[in-house]
């Protein structure tokens, strides 16, 4: 494989600025257990194997069962997530593919069912973060141990 640019080397700034975004989410108290599972979700709608190994070893760690991760794949056929984690990954794939119809209402309001603005703002930035790695990983051709 032909070598490609190392972003965090060769664009420093703009790395450290989006280690500032991971840094401000990690701040915000966001249930952990909810925010990696929309990073695997993201990161398995985009195709990104660096981030889905990366998010998957960081849930099992965090005491994620293997029978969820494995269905976070098909999550709307799955009886194992509640309607909390169904609404925040419905969102997940909506807004990771946003060209197709954008958010629905439905989604919007289900989302404050559960969440405030500050929480539905967050998770939104939750999502378009980890999209934004998934992008620099599969352009870069990153590959996780």
């Excluded at 269905?71 to 194992?80: F, H, I, R, V, Y």
């Excluded at 954008?102 to 967050?122: L, M, R």
Aim: negative net charge; contains cysteine.
């Amino acid at each position: 494989m032909q070598s490609r640019v190392n972003v965090q080397q060769t664009e420093p700034h703009a790395f450290k600025a989006m280690i500032g975004i991971e840094n401000y989410l990690a701040s915000t108290g966001q249930d952990t257990g909810l925010v990696e599972l929309i990073k695997i979700r993201a990161s398995q709608l985009n195709g990104c194997a660096y981030c889905i190994q990366m998010h998957v070893d960081i849930a099992r760690k965090q005491g994620e069962t293997e029978h969820r991760i494995h269905a976070t794949s098909a999550w709307k056929e799955s009886p194992l997530f509640s309607e909390k984690e169904r609404t925040l990954l419905a969102l997940t794939d909506e807004i990771t593919n946003i060209s197709n119809n954008a958010v629905s209402g439905k989604t919007y309001q289900d989302c404050q069912s559960y969440f405030n603005e500050n929480e539905i703002a967050q998770y939104i930035m939750q999502i378009v973060q980890i999209n934004s790695w998934n992008r620099i990983a599969l352009a870069t051709k990153l590959e996780h141990d």
